[in-house]
């Protein structure tokens, strides 16, 4: 009869006989150091201030709950739009209808630059076209 003290000890639960080292908070991050790189192109939607940098006063005014008419009217609509349909999270599908819907039309060039999307403008006095033609609409024209 062997010693008991010759044999391993059982392990517990299937758990591996070494202990995982712990990990300090961040260190899984995975790929390239984004701070240290170089911006591959300019969208012009980066807002990240650093020395020299100022929010403008649109910005500012709205963070700090100085609301312009323009921004509580919009946020008024969203709020309207999704007591109306029940959502409490809208898609962005439903967020461009409601801005539609406010009489926002895409008239002038953009100010940003997008890789995969191409720029296009329409009429100011184009329809907004986010919900279908109504019978009674169809029959008056």
Known sequence: ?????????????????????????????????RRKAEPTSFTGLDRRRGPG??????????????????????IMAIEGFKTANNKVYPSWTDVLE????????KTLPSEIKLR??????????APAAVRPIRKEDREAA
Not at 14 to 32: A, D, F, I, Y
Not at 53 to 74: I, M, V
Not at 116 to 125: G, K, L
């Open 1 to 33: 009869m062997s010693n008991s003290s010759d044999s391993p000890p059982p392990k517990r639960n299937n758990q591996p006989e070494t202990t995982p080292q712990l990990k300090h908070v961040g260190e899984e991050r995975r790929g390239p150091e």
């Open 53 to 74: 940098k100022r929010l403008s006063d649109y910005t500012r005014a709205a963070e700090e709950g100085e609301l312009n008419p323009e921004q509580f009217l919009f």
């Open 98 to 105: 409601v801005v539609r819907l406010l009489g926002y039309r």
């Open 116 to 125: 995969a999307a191409e720029d296009w403008q329409e009429a100011a006095d």
